[in-house]
């Protein structure tokens, strides 16, 4: 059963920066597209970075230029490295990963992990 856990949330003054992890756990499983989302009090998810395997990550417009993905593959860990933070990102933070594994495609999800942004 595939798994993904976040990490790196925390509280953060403006103008700074933090990363968050998301380290997929499971048997042997095919990842097609990795994603970041959040979702901030009274609002909708929404999409904040997404990189199908072998492409190009896309950026929201609010975040392009400020925050970027990474990825290692040993360690099966994607990475969101948020700099310039501004007090409008404070949002729970969610991977998912449209991932195959034991014949099964599907959508999966991280539990979230909450993100602060304030003096």
């Known amino acids: 059963q595939v798994r993904l856990v976040e990490s790196g949330g925390g509280s953060v003054q403006p103008r700074g920066s933090l990363t968050l992890s998301c380290t997929i756990s499971?048997?042997?499983?095919?990842?097609?597209?990795m994603a970041w989302y959040r979702q901030a009090p009274g609002k909708q998810r929404e999409l904040v970075a997404r990189?199908?395997?072998?492409?190009?990550?896309d950026y929201a417009d609010s975040v392009t230029g400020r925050f970027t993905v990474s990825r290692d593959n040993f360690l099966n860990t994607h990475y969101l490295h948020m700099s310039s933070l501004k007090p409008e990102d404070t949002a729970v933070y969610f991977c998912?990963?449209?991932?195959?594994?034991?014949?099964?495609?599907?959508?999966?999800w991280g539990q979230g992990t909450q993100v602060t942004v304030s003096s």
């Open positions: 998912n990963g449209d991932i195959w594994e034991s014949g099964t495609r599907a959508d999966y």
């Open positions: 499971g048997g042997l499983f095919t990842i097609y597209t």
């Open positions: 990189t199908p395997t072998g492409g190009r990550t």
